[in-house]
């Protein structure tokens, strides 16, 4: 089976930042996206999704559209993040993409005043 195309942004403001994302609050829930141009000719099933040590979640083959697949994950803790997608078929796994993030609170505000 073809290595899926994750083109995972996690949907928020903070996507295109280097591999950060922002917590106001903890867990968030965001949606992770990503495109399996060849999910109808590899027969793909479904995937396989895991975020940092959780148990993996399979969700079943994206619809309406087989090429662009959208689930929600939830994010419970601040450092490294770690996602992971694998697609399936009935002959077995394909290759797994692996997501890299760093989860963080918002920086220290600069020149706070009174006036």
Do not use: R
């Not at 559209?65 to 997608?85: F, Q, R």
């Amino acid at each position: 089976m073809k290595k899926s195309t994750l083109f995972v942004c996690l949907i928020f403001a903070a996507c295109a930042s280097l591999g950060v994302i922002y917590a106001q609050t903890l867990p968030i829930t965001k949606h992770l996206q990503w495109s399996q141009p060849d999910a109808v000719t590899a027969d793909v099933q479904g995937y396989k999704i895991q975020v940092n040590t959780a148990p993996v979640v399979t969700i079943g083959p994206c619809t309406p559209d087989p090429t662009l697949c959208d689930t929600t994950i939830t994010i419970t803790a601040l450092g490294p993040l770690t996602v992971t997608e694998t697609p399936f078929n009935i002959w077995g796994d394909g290759q797994t993409t692996t997501l890299l993030k760093t989860v963080v609170v918002p920086g220290k505000s600069n020149n706070v005043l009174i006036k």
